[in-house]
C-alpha cells in the first residue's frame, strides 16, 4: 500500500502549450488510470489479507484441535493439553496476522521495529501479564497440583478446575470460582491436601477438670473407631496436649481418605463437641 502510494507520478501542465486544457485533460487521464490502478491494487490486496486471515484463523483453530487429541492419546496432563492447545492457537493466529500485514505491503522491518518498541512498553506496563504467563509455564512443568486436585494457594482453598496461561481456577465448597494470577500463585505458598491420597483430622477438645476424663475418653474413642471413614491403621489417638487453669485440651488423631476428610470431620465435630456439656462430672 504505501509503495503504490509513493509510485504515483507527479505531472505538471504546460502553460505554453497551444491547447492547455487538452493538456489539462490528458493529465487528469493519468492521474485517474493510476488512481483506479492504486485502487484496484489495494483492494486486492484487502481481499487476500481477509482470505488469509480467515485461512489462518480456521487453521489455527484445527492446529489446537490436533494438538489436544494428540496430547490426549498419550495421557498427559488435562492443564498441559488446555495450556499448550491454547498457545498453539495464539501462536498460530499471531503468525496469520503477520502475513496478512505482508500482505498489505507494509514493510516487515519497519513493522518488527515498531513492534519491538511497543513490546518494551508493553513489558514494562504489563509486567505482571508476562510474569503470570511464566507462571502458568512453571505451574505445567513442576506440577505443584494438578486437575481436581484441592490445594491452599494466596488464603484460598478449592478444588483446581482449570488451568490456563495466565490464570489457574478454584471452586471452593461454597461453590465460588475463585481465579489465581499464575504469577503470584507459584511464587507464594501452595498446600495440595490431595496429593498423599490421605489426611489427618485433627480435633482440640476443652474439657473441664471436673468432668468425667476416663468416661469421656472412652466414649469418644469407641465413637471413632466405629466410623467406617476412619482408617485402622495408623489407628486413632487420644490424648491430652495443653492445660490451662480451666480445662485440659483432649486432642484426637485420625486419618481418613482425603475425599472424606470434609465429611468425616464435620461427622466427629458434630457429634463430640454436645458430649462436652452432657458428661457426667467425677466426684
Not at 69 to 86: M, V
Not at 90 to 113: R, Y
Not at 145 to 155: Q, S
Not at 156 to 164: A, K, N, Y
Request: hydrophobic letters at 45%; aromatic letters at 8%.
Amino acid at each position: 500500500m504505501v509503495r503504490s502510494l509513493t509510485s504515483l507520478k507527479i505531472t505538471t501542465f504546460n502553460l505554453d502549450s497551444n491547447d492547455p486544457m487538452q493538456d489539462i485533460l490528458k493529465t487528469l487521464n493519468i492521474h485517474q488510470e493510476q488512481v483506479f490502478a492504486w485502487i484496484s491494487t489495494l483492494a486486492l490486496n484487502i481481499v487476500l489479507s481477509i482470505i488469509i486471515l480467515c485461512t489462518g484463523f480456521w487453521i489455527a483453530k484445527r492446529l489446537s484441535v490436533a494438538v489436544a487429541k494428540l496430547l490426549e492419546r498419550r495421557d498427559a496432563d488435562k492443564g498441559l493439553i488446555t495450556f499448550l492447545s491454547n498457545f498453539t492457537s495464539v501462536l498460530a493466529k499471531v503468525i496469520t496476522v503477520f502475513m496478512a500485514i505482508s500482505q498489505l505491503g507494509i514493510a516487515m522491518t519497519s513493522f518488527v521495529t515498531i513492534l519491538g518498541a511497543a513490546g518494551i512498553a508493553f513489558g514494562v506496563a504489563f509486567g505482571g501479564i508476562l510474569s503470570n504467563f511464566a507462571g502458568g509455564i512453571l505451574i505445567l512443568v513442576i506440577k505443584p497440583f494438578k486437575l481436581k486436585d484441592t490445594i491452599g494457594a494466596l488464603a484460598i482453598t478449592g478444588e483446581v478446575i482449570e488451568i490456563q496461561m495466565f490464570n489457574t481456577y478454584l471452586k471452593t465448597d461454597d461453590n465460588k470460582v475463585v481465579v489465581l494470577p499464575n504469577g503470584p500463585l507459584i511464587n507464594g505458598v501452595i498446600t495440595n491436601f490431595t496429593r498423599e491420597g490421605r489426611r489427618r483430622i485433627d480435633l482440640i477438645i476443652p474439657v473441664p477438670y471436673r468432668s468425667n476424663l476416663g468416661e469421656l475418653q472412652e466414649r469418644i474413642k469407641t465413637f471413632v473407631e466405629s466410623q467406617s471413614l476412619v482408617l485402622k491403621d495408623p489407628e486413632p489417638a487420644l490424648f491430652f496436649s495443653e492445660f490451662d487453669h480451666q480445662s485440659g485440651k483432649l486432642t484426637i488423631h485420625c486419618w481418613v481418605e482425603t475425599v472424606h476428610y470434609s465429611a468425616v470431620h464435620r461427622t466427629l465435630s458434630n457429634a463430640i463437641f454436645p458430649w462436652i456439656e452432657s458428661v457426667p462430672q467425677s466426684s
